[in-house]
């Protein structure tokens, strides 16, 4: 059972993780081995990164930075050197001129005291401060050394207050880069780096045409393909997905879409037969020619019948040559009565006969076999509508081939807009390679699928379980 779209699917999912796989190879080798930069900065960062994981690789996180933050308070210091070199050339020039200006100064202090001891050698000469009668103590003359010492001290210990200050505050700074890797975890996130990938909406128009032509080859709706198109969209792009994990995650997103393709299934024929108070229970079939409608009407009779529960049959396609012969031959097998007229008769009136039948019997339920017919055959439409406008059916079944795929999907979309169905039999899926009608015909018609036809007994119809299509096709 859907061995074909089981085989395109697998395959197409397979393309599809090694083209993510691809995609993801230029992101893993700039994390590998970085790129080299024109530009200086970034160049020195790459090249840490690369060092710092060769270096600490099996260190703790935390013991990394901090080492690293001792390395880069040492660098600190070495910089900080030169910056007191030329602190010192500095106060050299300034002592240097103030040494040129003081011994000027002295020299002519000098010649100032000989030019004096020779007008008056007895009187001492006093300075102008002392003749304007300020008696105040003549200015030491200090030697270069004297001078030098207690000038040069203020200035060192200023030095090197500064050069404490900013070598307290510089490696706060430059600790802040480190600090805020640290708290995300460096190597974590490096981790998560190399082992994720991600694709962006470019990417993945490309790797989905795989898919999307698998499901065209399987005969899934368009409806359906864009549908899950959309929600693997949702789930793939510019998402991070595990290396290791891309074909799970395809998986996955395929068996969660595909499973929200199929209506919830409230109908339960068995309760709701027994559980009308009016009896009978009025069930019509409707579909084209050749679809296994009256072989899937002599299936449900069975079951019906296995589980206690009394039925006629009503030949109401009088169209179909031996028609009325091969549901005769169906009603005798199972031990079942069935109400007939004659070809070219109208059908809506055979089903009345076998409603008033079933009332007058007790009869749990009424099965009304119609003629195949297309939607594009409006008399045979007419007539349908006439059929059910009589009969008044308490559940339209559209009965359609599995194999048949897209072509189902279309008619079952057709018989709901002519007559409005409740549900679908879907015959023949046991040799139903592609499977596109059973993934397609609930989403499209918004109706639910009620049994499948597996065989050509009459135990061979079961209840719809989509677990049965997602097994069938590779998803479970």
Request: include cysteine; glycine fraction near 6%.
């Amino acid at each position: 059972m859907f061995k074909f779209f089981k085989e395109k699917l697998k395959s197409a999912i397979s393309k599809i993780s090694e083209g993510v796989e691809k995609e993801g190879k230029v992101e893993e080798a700039i994390v590998e081995k970085p790129a080299e930069s024109k530009e200086g900065p970034k160049q020195e960062e790459k090249g840490f990164f690369a060092k710092l994981r060769e270096k600490f690789a099996g260190k703790e996180e935390k013991q990394a930075v901090e080492e690293k933050k001792a390395e880069l308070q040492e660098d600190i210091e070495e910089k900080e050197k030169p910056h007191v070199t030329e602190y010192k050339e500095e106060d050299k020039i300034k002592t240097a001129e103030k040494e040129k200006h003081d011994e000027s100064k002295k020299k002519d202090e000098i010649k100032k005291i000989h030019e004096e001891k020779k007008e008056k050698p007895q009187v001492h000469a006093k300075k102008p401060e002392e003749k304007a009668g300020h008696h105040k103590p003549r200015p030491k003359i200090e030697t270069k050394e004297q001078e030098e010492k207690p000038k040069e001290a203020p200035e060192k210990l200023a030095g090197e207050e500064i050069k404490k200050t900013e070598a307290v505050r510089i490696p706060e700074e430059k600790a802040k880069p480190i600090e805020e890797p640290a708290k995300k975890g460096f190597f974590a996130a490096l981790t998560e780096r190399v082992i994720t990938t991600k694709i962006n909406e470019g990417q993945f128009e490309k790797l989905f045409w795989e898919l999307e032509l698998a499901m065209m080859e399987s005969n899934v709706a368009v409806e359906v393909i864009e549908k899950i198109k959309d929600d693997l969209k949702g789930e793939l792009v510019e998402k991070p997905i595990r290396r290791t994990r891309v074909e799970e995650t395809i998986v996955l997103t395929l068996k969660n879409s595909i499973e929200g393709l199929f209506q919830n299934n409230s109908i339960s024929l068995v309760d709701e037969i027994k559980n009308k108070k009016e009896k009978p229970y009025v069930v019509a079939f409707f579909g084209i020619n050749g679809s296994g409608k009256t072989t899937s009407i002599a299936k449900l009779a069975s079951m019906l019948k296995g589980r206690g529960i009394s039925c006629v049959l009503a030949a109401s396609d009088t169209f179909r040559a031996a028609s009325i012969e091969q549901l005769q031959i169906h009603a005798d097998k199972l031990g079942i009565k069935m109400v007939k007229h004659d070809y070219g008769s109208d059908p809506a009136a055979v089903a009345f006969d076998a409603i008033k039948h079933a009332k007058a019997k007790n009869i749990d339920a009424v099965l009304i076999d119609t003629a195949g017919r297309m939607h594009s055959n409006a008399n045979l439409v007419d007539e349908m509508k006439k059929i059910i406008r009589v009969a008044k059916p308490d559940l339209k079944i559209f009965v359609g081939e599995s194999i048949t795929g897209n072509d189902c999907v279309e008619q079952a979309k057709t018989f709901n807009e002519a007559v409005g169905i409740d549900g679908i039999i879907l015959a023949k899926a046991d040799i139903d390679e592609k499977g596109g009608a059973a993934v397609s015909v609930s989403y499209v018609t918004k109706k639910p699928i009620l049994y499948l036809g597996i065989g050509q007994n009459y135990g061979d119809l079961e209840e719809f379980d989509k677990e049965r299509i997602i097994k069938g096709i590779g998803l479970d």
